[in-house]
């Protein structure tokens, strides 16, 4: 079945590096997209970014001089990373795949699985 | 970028009660709206894509509709287990954005 799990240190110091995984399992990386999203504790959900079946990549223009998102599809494994964490990085983060299908030329996405999120604080 | 608000972010009612949650779209994404359910302490879960398709395993108490840039979350008869936060999502394009949620509390 479709499982997907991140993985990661709970506790970064700041200014320093997050560096996340997210192991999936029940399907190809090269057949769905894999998004990432944080939600601050009590607060809504951010869209961070996307790798798309083919490699390439999006981000949200508030963080991505920051981040980065990458994969090894042999693993089963989508990476996060991003730098110079601040107190306002402290969230729950979410690695979600997306499924999709064109209606009448239109795209239409959604998160269909979800992993169970992991949790991440900055602090010295 | 596609900006999404929800009204109301909160929002009380009773066990049997129906309440409707709306998400506007700062431009038209052609019925490509998503709707989430997030329990506290959990990963949202998929409820309608294409703004009234209900993913597998919803019950039939929760409907979508709209079009263009306006949309609604529809729960009929509500149940225990409903009250929760809810999210639409643009599903058009990227920045995938989210709206800012919807918590529907017991009255």
């Given at each position: 079945q479709v499982q997907l799990k991140e993985s990661g240190p709970g506790l970064v110091q700041p200014s320093q590096t997050l560096s996340l995984t997210c192991t999936v399992s029940g399907f190809s990386l090269t057949s769905y997209n894999v998004h990432w999203v944080r939600q601050p504790t009590g607060k809504g959900l951010e869209w961070m970014g996307v790798i798309w079946t083919g490699g390439s990549t999006d981000y949200n223009s508030a963080l991505k001089s920051r981040l980065s998102i990458s994969r090894d599809t042999s693993k089963s494994q989508v990476f996060l990373k991003m730098n110079?964490?601040?107190?306002?990085?402290?969230a729950t983060y979410y690695c979600a795949r997306e499924s999709y299908y064109y209606s009448s030329y239109i795209y239409v996405g959604y998160f269909d699985f979800w992993g169970p999120g992991t949790m991440v604080t900055v602090s010295s | 970028d596609i900006q999404m608000t929800q009204s109301p972010t909160s929002l009380a009612a009773s066990v049997g009660e129906s309440v409707t949650i709306t998400c506007l779209a700062s431009?038209?994404?052609?019925?490509s709206l998503v709707w989430y359910q997030q329990k506290p302490g959990k990963s949202p879960q998929l409820l309608i894509?294409?703004?009234t398709i209900l993913e597998d395993?919803?019950?039939?108490r929760f409907s979508g509709s709209g079009s263009d840039t306006q949309y609604s979350l529809k729960i009929n008869s509500?149940?225990?287990?409903?009250f929760a936060s809810y999210y639409c999502q643009n599903?058009?394009?990227?920045?995938?954005t989210f709206g800012g949620g919807t918590k529907l509390e017991l009255k």
């Open positions: 110079s964490l601040q107190t306002e990085d402290i | 431009e038209d994404i052609y019925g894509y294409g703004a395993g919803i019950p039939s509500l149940q225990p287990e409903d599903g058009l394009s990227t920045p995938r």
